[in-house]
């Protein structure tokens, strides 16, 4: 079993868990994810590393609460124990090198944004941060990302905090006045990755983002993960999870990750009384 050190909201439906893991706090690098169960019959969910603390042995997830397993996860405190915490799965994210870079963010993906920032930030990189959200109460890890980079840019879609408008225009804006990244890191929805590699391809910026696809074993036997990079088939849990976003097949993975939207949907009807949610 797995313990959980310390649980925190970061708002109304993420949730902050850093869990006793000290196999994989002394190996685990920045892009690297742990595949976890909360019970030795439950699902298998993948959740990239947002932090770890080698002394206390600690491994740091954040988690959306959007599904069965999820909000089940979310649901849990200090002082309780997952019975399955796998890891560290995935390549280390390519981060040597690099002078100027600019880390995007969107919602929940600022919780893999940030190790990249902070291992870059930690090692002379100039970081400019852009994170973009829906709205103020989305709005997580500000302090902790202002403290690891050179800039930090906050968006909010409906302009109710800070600035409005999407990652995709101040990513633009910051291109035409002028800065020249080497490294463009985009960290979220697949829709928002997909805007942000067209954002870059005019200039041949080095643009890199981590895929998220449908994951079951994390070891690249079940195919689930399998996207399309550069025309070739690539699995997101042993290839990846970073690839060249020019290269990435976009329409073919969304596709892909709505393969159980139908399920997913009954489910919430099914359980609506459970969780308190109205019908």
Known sequence: MFDIVTKRMLNDSTALLEIKAPDIAGKVEPGQFVILRIDQKGE??????????????????????????????????AGDAIAGFTGPLGKPSELGGYLNAAIIGGGVGCAIAYPQAKYLFNRGTNVDIVAGFRNKELVILEEEMARVCSNLYITTDDGSYAEKGFVTQKLQALIDTGNKYDLVLAIGPVVMMRAVSEVTRPYGLNTVVSLNPIMIDGTGMCGCCRVTVGNKTKFA??????????????????????????QESEWFEHACRIYGRDE
């Open 237 to 262: 849990c042993v290839d990846g999870p970073d690839f060249n976003a020019h290269e990435v097949d976009f329409s073919q993975l969304i596709k892909r990750n709505s393969a159980y939207k139908k």
């Open 44 to 77: 298998r969910i993948p959740l990239t590393v947002a932090d770890f603390d080698v002394r206390k042995q600690t491994v740091t997830v954040i988690v959306q609460m959007i599904g069965y397993t999820t909000i089940a996860l979310g649901n849990l405190n």
